[in-house]
């Protein structure tokens, strides 16, 4: 038997140590016993420890924005991915929301991309503070725009959800005088729900999420959008 093995001293350090037992048994009086040798390997084990936390940091910033500190494109596209085949499995509707922040290059324009850049960190902030379910995702999908995955979720819910994101920006009240619609910054949402079939690919959902972003935008934007499917 081989393992590692952890002891706490009294002045409060830890050491430890590779173990190793073993049947032992003495020839000259025929006393059977075990064998146990001890390596004192805390300078190698502490330095694979940091060397793990390190790699799990890392790992975990590949899938983080480094400014909104919401979710990435790369984490999106990785969830929806596990999601999709999920629920098509299990026939249940999955949604997908695709949000612009309105008019925001002159946004940037005006107030300047320092600016741009905190009204994008509050934007990101509401958005989560708007999901209530573990399981929901919300990603900056690229530049000013959002994506949001909500599992299990209908056309009506996800309407529901689009409301209280438009309600919780417009409490934010972030001043936006090159705004064409409102004297604060506002949001334009697509949504797409539907219940994924085998042969489709993840990309459809999105594609008509962006679509129905697009017919919101086209509408006059400060709004949202459903784009219907057979199976919303």
């Not at 991309?113 to 708007?130: P, S």
Request: proline share 2%; aromatic share 10%.
């Amino acid at each position: 038997m081989r393992y590692i093995d952890r002891v706490y001293n009294i002045s409060g350090e830890d050491t430890w140590y590779d173990v190793v037992k073993s049947p032992f048994r003495d020839i000259a009086s025929g006393t059977n016993g075990v064998l146990v040798m001890a390596r004192d390997v805390s300078e190698r084990y502490i330095a694979a420890q940091k060397l793990q936390e390190v790699n799990e940091e890392l790992e975990r910033l590949s899938f983080v924005d480094s400014l909104t500190q919401v979710a990435n494109r790369r984490k999106f596209d990785e969830r929806l991915d596990t999601l999709w085949h999920l629920h098509a499995r299990e026939k249940k509707v999955l949604t997908v929301m695709l949000c612009d922040i309105d008019y925001f290059k002159g946004y940037n324009d005006f107030y300047g991309h320092q600016q741009g850049d905190e009204a994008l960190i509050n934007v990101a902030k509401a958005f989560e503070e708007v999901l209530s379910r573990s399981s929901d995702c919300v990603a900056r999908y690229g530049g000013e725009e959002f994506a949001f995955i909500l599992p299990n979720t209908s056309g009506d819910g996800a309407k529901a959800v689009a409301d209280k994101v438009h309600q919780r920006i417009a409490e934010l009240a972030i001043e936006h005088k090159k705004s064409q619609i409102s004297d604060s910054i506002t949001v334009s949402i697509g949504v797409a729900s539907y219940i994924p079939l085998q042969d489709d690919t993840p990309e459809s959902i999105v594609a008509w999420a962006d679509s129905a972003l697009y017919q919101a935008k086209a509408n006059g934007r400060n709004q949202t959008c459903l784009h219907h499917t057979s199976s919303n």
